[in-house]
């Protein structure tokens, strides 16, 4: 093959992608349908209970649209990181959809589903041998943290899909994955270079994102020397800038960026505007690892979370809000005395103030005329949980402070339960690479005919 052509519909599968140009991609015959729904950006909640990132009914909806183009051209589709979180739990959502659509449609399909969930006993004795080091900033891992972990997935690369695709199926379906991984696999597999592969999927996995303005769907033209990047949508253009901007996007290096079994380099990268609307990359190279290794990702409960909601509109309470959460907080654990202090906690966020940046805000002064304080208690049980919430938010109520002269409350609070609990917490406890001899060895595969 001289050219393979790649389409994506959107950066993340249950998002939704405009249909027209989806079928637009179509028309220029690509060779596969390929698109991720991982991350890692709302936190190790999808990964400890299950939770999907998008609903069902999404996921239903954009699965059905681009698996009747893959019926219709006879192209394979590739869907990775199932869920969000790419569990064997999210993986089975995914197959009971896709075995949906083939019964509603009347589609006769052979579909692979690569697992992505890996076991706390590989996970242990793979730690035994010294072949788990720390991914960033985190502590060695633990036998300890890993029987804590409700769930550990690793992030597969190219491997498994290269075997699931040389098993004549139509349909590949992924527990957790290398997000660029399912748009590289054709490639590599039908020998183009590796660096080009891997590069195209890294910026393929974000749809159009890349583009100006950003968008969803994306068409990449894969050559022996070079890609091509076209946005579906005629008034998004790919521009030099715009997609050397998002090489760098979601990376801790500028031109290196590592994965599964070796660093994509990206030194001698070229962008090339060959016309108003395309973009031609090239130069890209991969340089494979002495050691082949996989992300692990694991997430442990921690407790249980309640939040109260609440808006300030008093000046004065405004102007004083910083030593009024400080007395609040005084005085729940002056209440709760009996409780150890260090079995609960209270994070107040204030909107208006620095409910998004926090201590890294460089606006110190308060220019708005209302806040929202959102405060969040963590507690070993959803009861204590509560019952701190619920004191912090009585005192809030009516905390005096200076200048105050209204008596009937200092906060207006939208919802009821005053109190809302959110259930389990979780934090990530494994965030670690680990040294494997086969790259397809954790990810079992699974065949399904519907």
């Known amino acids: 093959m001289e050219e393979i052509r790649v389409l994506t519909p959107t950066g993340m599968l ?162 957790r994955s290398y997000d660029p991984a399912p748009i590289a696999a054709l490639g590599i597999k039908e020998g183009f270079d590796p660096g080009l592969c891997w590069h195209l999927g890294k910026i393929m996995e974000c749809g159009a994102l890349c583009a100006v303005p950003a968008g969803k769907t994306m068409f990449g033209y894969l050559c ?96 004083h809000i910083d030593e009024i959460l400080e007395g609040v907080e005084q005085d729940v654990v002056e209440y709760f005395s009996d409780i150890p202090r260090e079995s609960y906690e209270m994070i107040f966020h204030v909107y208006g103030k620095n409910g998004v940046m926090g201590e890294h805000e460089i606006q110190k002064e308060i220019t708005s005329h209302e806040l929202c304080i959102i405060l969040e208690v963590a507690a070993k049980d959803q009861k204590t949980a509560t019952a701190v919430c619920s004191r912090a938010r009585t005192e809030l109520l009516h905390f005096p402070h200076e200048g105050r002269v209204a008596t009937a409350g200092n906060i207006a609070l939208p919802f009821t339960p005053l109190e809302i609990p959110l259930g389990p917490v979780y934090k990530f406890n494994i965030y670690h690479l680990m040294e494997i001899d086969d790259p397809c060895e954790p990810f079992p595969i699974d065949i399904y005919e519907f």
């Open 14 to 175: 249950g998002y939704g992608f405009p249909v027209k140009w989806f079928k637009e991609g179509l028309k220029r015959n690509p060779h596969v349908i390929s698109v991720d729904s991982g991350s890692t950006d709302s936190g190790p909640h999808k990964l400890g209970m299950g939770a999907l990132t998008c609903s069902e009914e999404s996921y239903y909806k954009d699965i059905s649209i681009m698996l009747e183009g893959g019926y219709e051209k006879k192209i394979p589709v590739i869907i990775s990181s199932a869920g969000g979180a790419g569990s064997d739990k999210h993986l089975k959502v995914f197959i009971d959809i896709v075995e949906r659509i083939c019964r509603e449609k009347g589609f006769h399909l052979r579909v692979a589903a690569i697992h992505g969930e890996v076991s706390k006993e590989l996970v242990k004795e793979k730690l035994r041998q010294g072949k788990i080091r720390p991914c960033g900033p985190v502590d060695d891992l633990t036998e300890a943290e890993v029987n804590e972990a409700n769930t550990i997935v690793a992030q597969m690369g190219v491997e498994p899909y290269l075997k699931a695709l040389e098993m004549g199926v139509d349909v590949i379906i992924t527990g």
């Open 224 to 319: 022996k020397d070079h890609f091509i990047l076209e946005p579906m949508d005629p008034e998004l253009r790919c521009t030099e800038t715009s997609v050397a901007a998002h090489t760098l996007y979601e990376k801790s290096h500028p031109y290196l960026l590592p994965g599964p079994g070796g660093v994509l380099d990206l030194s001698e990268c070229r962008f090339e505007q060959i016309d108003d609307r395309r973009v031609k990359v090239s130069g890209s190279k991969f340089i494979p690892s002495a050691a082949y290794a996989v992300k692990l990702e694991g997430a442990k409960q921690v407790g249980y979370r309640t939040i109260f909601i609440a808006g300030v509109r008093d000046p004065f309470a405004i102007k």
